[in-house]
């Protein structure tokens, strides 16, 4: 039988001074960054099978192509990927992806492909990382409540129903906790699952 190995890395992937300002939206600008945006990392390994964690400060995650890459350059299958985002609404867009709204300002589109190089980059160091620590680990899950969500649909005065806070609605308060140590007790990563919007 095959001990379960697990290993976790973060990266910094703020984006270089030289991008800034950058555009977020037609009219919005960001000037800088305040806290450090940062790529996770989470390696599981049986024995027969690898799959990946990935978890990024941001608003997009990964499309087939930036995935698929990642398949071939670290072996893992296509479908042992996980990748989640934060839905960071603070954080710029990157890459090449559509705007919702049509094209993209010139100065915006550029912005985002040369700072998709820094969120490439920061996924890579992660997963290297993970993969050099991995180690024999162990696990377990739990869960409890947490009261800081609610429902978003709100009926108003006008007899339209549009996003607010309904506290009579239902929400989700289930907090999931998955929590990975090595075999001397140390953390070597945990996942939070919980249902609440970035902002």
């Not at 992937?13 to 960054?33: C, D, Q, V």
């Not at 027969?48 to 995935?67: A, N, P, W």
């Not at 409890?144 to 649909?153: F, K």
């Not at 607010?164 to 007790?185: H, I, P, R």
Request: contains cysteine; aromatic residues 12%.
């Amino acid at each position: 039988m095959y001990e379960l190995k697990v290993g976790a890395a973060e990266a910094g992937i703020n984006p270089p001074s030289s991008l800034f300002p950058f555009r977020k939206y037609e009219n919005a600008f960001l000037e800088g960054s305040l806290d450090e945006l940062k790529v996770k990392a989470i390696v599981l390994d049986n024995g027969e099978t690898r799959f990946l964690i990935l978890g990024m400060d941001v608003g997009d995650s990964l499309d087939g192509d930036e995935k698929q890459a990642i398949t071939d350059k670290y072996g893992f299958d296509y479908e042992h990927i996980l990748n989640f985002n934060t839905h960071n609404h603070s954080a710029p867009f990157w890459g090449d992806k559509p705007g919702p709204r049509g094209p993209k300002p010139e100065d915006q589109a550029r912005c985002e492909h040369e700072y998709a190089k820094t969120v490439v980059a920061g996924i890579h160091k992660a997963i290297e990382g993970a993969l050099e620590s991995l180690r024999p680990a162990r696990y377990g899950f739990g869960t409890g409540l947490s009261y800081i969500n609610t429902n978003r649909d709100q009926l108003f005065e006008d007899g339209f129903w549009m996003q607010g806070q309904n506290y009579a609605g239902f929400s989700d308060k289930t907090l999931a906790v998955l929590k990975f140590e090595d075999m001397n007790g140390n953390l070597i990563a945990a996942l939070l699952n919980y249902c609440c919007h970035g902002t």
